[in-house]
């Protein structure tokens, strides 16, 4: 399914505390598989249930104020050139990102020359800075 992003099609939970509800959140995360979403984008990408496949990533949470965050993909999303990393970032916590709600900063940067050790950023897009999500214990979305 390499033309396939698959971006945004399962659930993400955040600041989630402790090993009991980790488990519980990873289990969420399986079970979005087959979410409308999901089944929705397979049948109209035409792949079948059966043969697609997920993982589930945890991570510890950054101060989601004083950090941006975002998502990056593997190749350029647009035309499939898989000699950089696309990685669009924005104040606050990724969700914003994920779901479309702000415009981000993008980056493009080039796999061999970062890996050569030389400035690899070879398309950089600054967004807007308009609004930033965090944690309700840190601050809500702020829009300017």
Known sequence: MPD????????????VQGFD???????????SLF????ISYR??????????????GVQRMVRSDLASSGVMFSIDTESGFDQVV?????????EMVVQGAVNPDEFYVHKSTLAAGRPAI????????????STPRLRNTVSK
């Open 4 to 15: 396939a992003s698959f971006a945004g099609q399962q659930e993400t939970f955040l600041n």
């Open 21 to 31: 509800a980790v488990l519980v959140a990873v289990k969420h995360v399986f079970a």
């Open 35 to 38: 979410n409308d979403r999901a």
């Open 43 to 56: 049948v109209h990408q035409g792949y079948d249930h059966r043969g697609v496949a997920l993982s589930a």
């Open 86 to 94: 696309f990685i669009t970032s924005a104040w606050g916590l990724g």
């Open 122 to 133: 070879v398309r950089r897009t600054m967004g807007s800075k308009k609004s930033a999500w």
